[in-house]
């Protein structure tokens, strides 16, 4: 099993630096080969793992009697790390039809190698911040998502891309501060560099440590203060948004936010508190952001803002002692990747075949595109948690066990009512601009849409599949 | 393997002193770029060499105890040779533009590569003498060596920049004089013996039976001597000025070699001091000088316009880090600033010699002027890209791995602010940086400017210095593993 995770990590970074050499024709290609075994990888860990459910942790990297770097595979690993793959190879295949000279809004000419390049490193060091079993090797792996983001949002190349990118790196590399901080307390206080030794602090000392990871982990997930790279990332390619900003770099914060509170038995309610009132204050500004938003990348921006807002909240109640919300965390970080992959991968094909994406002028898409129409509906069903589809199971997990512990907290039950308004006003919201965009008669832009190409239409139809059947993979798993 | 014993501290000043006189000798350009080569291999393979006896727990003593060779000595003869050659082998390819563009004639390149050999030389004297006497001399020696070439190129500027150099370095060496007399009048007053107290080996063994209120006089002296040639703030006005009128593979070795050899001094002095006045005095005075230069460096290159000075004054920056290692003090600490300097040298040749091509591409260094490098020229343009990340600490280059040992030595020693200031500064050299490679590597460059990168001899030791940076982010081989930590006990107890 060690090398299906393995594989995950080194396939992709290997492919990295390989697809910048090969000639140009072949990049597509190799890129797409190299996530799909990376994808391989994953799913064969995933099933692997499903048969034999055996959790363990291998040290890797040992230098004078300090590890520095494991690998951990346990339910959450795995679960997260397919997501990563399977998303990263769907993305792949999905930038071999977007990144043309055919696309209407952004004709790519130049610097495919570099942006599949940069892609693949994203995947591998996504992977490797999953699996990692040390804080030095988190810290590590999400400095080098930082840095592949930037090469990514800044892709274009012209002063406003540039820019964004520079707020992304800066963001969340001072939020990162933290980490170094908790990582090298954590190794001052126990001599080792392992999460688990987190369970070693005092009381105290674990306050330090998990403010440090905190404010890390809202840096990379776009939460209060840090938020303001992420909807000017949207200046991206739209694959970019889609992977980074749906699915890996902005769930690298909640994941490591829930990789460190699983590891540590108790972990001070205060942090609970903290992280709990953060994530309520994100989520409501995120929804009052909603309304001004013409343009629909940036919607989708200030809506994974507040889906992130939803799992802080998940995870800092489980720290109050839910079992329900931990898993109900988890569920979301996987059901929402795919939702939310799906609505960036709409909004990319909208501006592929119209050359807009904005809401104002996009009418009646089911009718002349249908199977954008489809994924549009299935991915806004989706995020505002309608059954069948995925973010209805995880939301519900969440905000049930918000009110059993909210019955001996009160704090929580303020919260997580104010969440339930949210999540019904998010829906009504949705549903607005589903009504106005998918039905009814082509507007003037998406009438004179283009048809998609095929490695487009076959990833949006995956990705419909996985609204309506990812949390089973998650329930079945957690079982 | 050839058994060469301790005379291998004879070979290694005499092969740069041989080559450095038969090219002032030469006049043709082929013959010197031949003898340079050999010369730089020679040191390269000599200073590998005298690793491996190290390694073997050897330490070596030659003409009655003058020429010395420890795990430190080790350290910084390694460094001298690997880093000297590529920073010579870089050399080759630049000068050889300048030949042809008629900048230079071919005396002109004898001239540079005999006194590249001198400076050599005197950096590896510094490095292997045992007396802090010979020491001193061989440090105020490579001011002298390495004056020559800063002002190669003869321009008003470059002069200017030389006299400064001269004068502020050979002021501070003054006082690193001083703290030398102190620190042998004070060892003469336990052993009556001159030469004994000349000797840093006989020093270190009886650093606790010197005078306590002496000794910390001395390294008040030496610490601000030799600091003002490693280019700690305050003293550190002569270098931005400096780095950036020498040519570029000149500006590698001075920040990437001799800086070094001249903070190799100060750590001389550290277990002897250490020992005869307590760790709290030291360890605060170089927190403080280490935290100082950061900050004021940090600031510095976020305003600067050229390239070149902004490099420069990230050199000041990075001799802050180490000195905060050193203050952060414990076996990881010296650890941390042991394995900065190396990762330092690597990463500011790099840089440095990276600046060279730029320069020449764009006939500018002005950072508002230089565009799109990636696309103009991409290799050079992904190695500056490379080289600033690693500058900036970001993995996986191995500065990364040394700033977080400096950061968690710090909070070690019990200083928690200091080192959340110290983030802080890090953290405004890190955005001055990256929208440096923004600005200028990513992004559109000038119309008229024809693509191309520079020639394969420019590129190759680039290419050396990016694989050795980038490999030891990853993985420390065990020998270096084990020179460190032998270094590491030279520091702190001078076994």
């Not at chain 1, 696309?103 to 570099?114: D, L, Q, S, W, Y």
């Not at chain 1, 038995?265 to 009052?288: D, L, N």
């Not at chain 1, 119209?354 to 129409?373: A, E, F």
């Not at chain 2, 316009?305 to 920056?317: G, M, Q």
């Amino acid at each position: 099993m060690i090398w299906y995770a393995l594989g995950s990590i080194l396939l992709p970074v290997l492919g990295s630096p390989l697809v910048l050499f090969l000639p140009e024709r072949h990049v597509k290609k190799a890129s797409q080969i190299f996530s799909f075994l990376a994808f391989t990888s994953g799913l064969l860990l995933l099933i692997a793992f499903a048969f034999n459910r055996a959790s363990f942790t291998r040290e890797l990297v040992t230098l004078n009697g300090i590890n520095y770097y494991g690998v951990t595979i346990d339910t959450l690993s795995v679960l997260v790390n397919f997501m990563v793959v399977f998303l990263g190879w769907l993305i792949c295949t999905y930038s071999a039809g977007y990144m043309s000279p055919d696309n209407k809004e952004h004709p790519i000419k130049e610097g495919v190698p570099r942006f599949y390049a940069l892609m693949l490193l994203f995947i591998g060091s996504m992977a490797g911040v999953v699996f990692s079993s040390t804080l030095l090797g988190l810290l590590f792996f999400f400095e080098m998502t930082g840095l592949c983001s930037w090469g990514l949002i800044g892709f274009y190349g012209d002063q406003k891309s540039r820019n964004s990118a520079l707020w992304a790196i800066i963001l969340t590399h001072t939020a990162a501060l933290g980490l170094y901080v908790a990582t090298a307390y954590l190794y001052v206080n126990t001599g080792s560099f392992s999460v688990t030794a987190l369970n070693k602090l005092t009381d105290a000392g674990k306050t330090i440590a998990f403010t440090g990871i905190l404010i890390a982990c809202w840096g990379k997930s776009a939460q209060l203060p840090f938020h303001p790279w992420l909807p000017r990332a949207m200046v991206a390619p739209t694959p970019v948004s889609a992977y980074l900003h749906a699915a890996s770099m902005v769930k690298v914060g909640v994941y490591i936010f829930a990789r460190t509170v699983l590891a540590t038995g108790s972990v001070p309610q205060v942090i609970g508190q903290a992280g709990a009132i953060m994530a309520v204050v994100t989520m409501i500004y995120g929804f009052i952001m909603y309304f001004p938003q013409d343009d629909m990348k940036r919607l989708l921006a200030y809506s994974t803002i507040t889906q992130l807002s939803y799992i802080f909240l998940a995870i800092s109640i489980s720290i109050y002692g839910s079992r329900m919300a931990f898993n109900g965390a988890v569920a979301h970080i996987f059901n929402h990747a795919f939702a939310k992959g799906l609505f960036f991968l709409v909004a990319g094909t909208l501006s592929y075949t119209t050359g807009t994406r904005l809401l104002s002028r996009l009418k009646g898409i089911l009718n002349k595109i249908p199977v954008v129409g489809l994924g549009y509906i299935a991915a806004a069903m989706a995020i505002a948690g309608v059954p069948p589809f995925n973010g209805f199971f995880s939301k519900f997990m969440i905000i049930i066990s918000g009110f059993e512990i909210g019955r001996h907290y009160p704090l929580i039950l303020a919260l997580i009512i104010v969440t339930v308004i949210e999540s019904v006003g998010s829906f009504i919201w949705f549903l607005k601009w589903m009504g106005a965009n998918v039905l009814g008669a082509p507007s003037e832009v998406v009438a004179s849409a283009a048809e998609p190409p095929l490695a487009i239409k076959f990833v949006l139809a995956v990705l419909m599949i996985m609204t309506l059947i990812s949390q089973y993979i998650v329930l079945f798993l957690l079982s | 393997m050839i058994e060469v014993g301790e005379n291998i501290l004879f070979y290694l000043p005499a092969v740069p002193l041989g080559t450095a006189l038969l090219a002032f000798g030469i006049r043709s350009r082929r013959m010197v770029e031949v003898v340079h080569f050999a010369g730089i291999s020679s040191v390269a393979l000599l200073s590998l060499l005298l690793v491996q006896y190290v390694l073997r727990g050897q330490t070596l003593l030659a003409l009655d105890g003058m020429l010395y060779a420890d795990g430190l000595t080790a350290l910084l003869v390694l460094i001298i040779g690997v880093v000297g050659f590529l920073d010579g082998f870089y050399s080759i390819g630049y000068l050889r533009h300048d030949l042809a563009q008629g900048q230079v004639d071919a005396k002109g390149a004898c001239f540079y590569y005999g006194f590249y050999h001198l400076l050599l030389l005197t950096m590896v004297l510094a490095a292997i003498s045992n007396n802090i006497a010979i020491m001193w001399v061989a440090i105020e020696a490579t001011t002298l060596g390495s004056a020559f070439l800063v002002g190669f190129y003869k321009h008003k500027t470059a002069a200017e920049a030389v006299w400064k150099y001269v004068l502020i370095c050979s002021v501070g060496l003054a006082f690193a004089l001083y703290g030398t007399i102190l620190t042998y009048s004070s060892a003469f007053a336990v052993v009556q013996d001159a030469h004994r107290a000349m000797l840093w080996t006989e020093l270190v063994g009886m650093a606790r039976g010197l005078d306590p209120q002496v000794m910390k006089l001395a390294f008040v002296f030496i610490l601000i001597g030799y600091g003002a040639k490693v280019g700690l703030v305050p003293m550190h006005t002569w270098l931005p000025d400096t780095y950036s009128e020498a040519p570029s593979p000149v500006s590698a070795l001075l920040s990437g070699v001799l800086m070094k050899c001249v903070l190799f001094g100060i750590l001389r002095y550290y277990p002897i001091t250490l020992q005869a006045v307590g760790k709290e005095f030291p360890q605060t005075l170089l927190l403080i000088f280490g935290l100082l230069s950061v900050g004021v460096a940090a600031f510095f290159i976020l305003v600067q316009n050229d390239i070149k000075r902004k490099l420069a004054y990230s050199s000041v920056e990075h001799v802050g880090i180490i000195a905060t290692g050193l203050g952060a003090g414990g076996p990881l600490g010296i650890l941390a600033a042991l394995f900065h300097v190396i990762n330092h040298s690597l990463t500011k040749s790099l840089l440095f010699c990276t600046v060279g091509n730029v320069a020449r591409k764009y006939g500018t260094r002005d950072a508002q002027k230089i565009r799109g490098m990636l696309k103009v020229a991409p290799f050079t343009g992904f190695m500056f890209m490379a080289g600033l990340l690693a500058v900036v600490g970001a993995p996986p280059f191995s500065i990364f791995v040394s700033e977080f040992m400096t950061l968690a030595a710090g909070l070690q020693g019990g200083y928690f602010w200091p080192m959340i200031l110290f983030l802080v500064l890090l953290v405004i050299v890190f955005v001055a940086f990256i929208i440096l490679i923004s600005d200028t590597v990513l992004g559109f460059p000038p119309e008229d400017l024809p693509r191309g990168d520079a020639g394969w001899l420019c590129l190759l030791p680039l290419g050396i210095l990016f694989l050795l940076m980038a490999g030891l982010g990853i993985h420390v081989p065990a020998p270096l593993n084990q020179l460190l930590q032998g270094a590491v006990s030279v520091v702190l107890g001078g076994k």
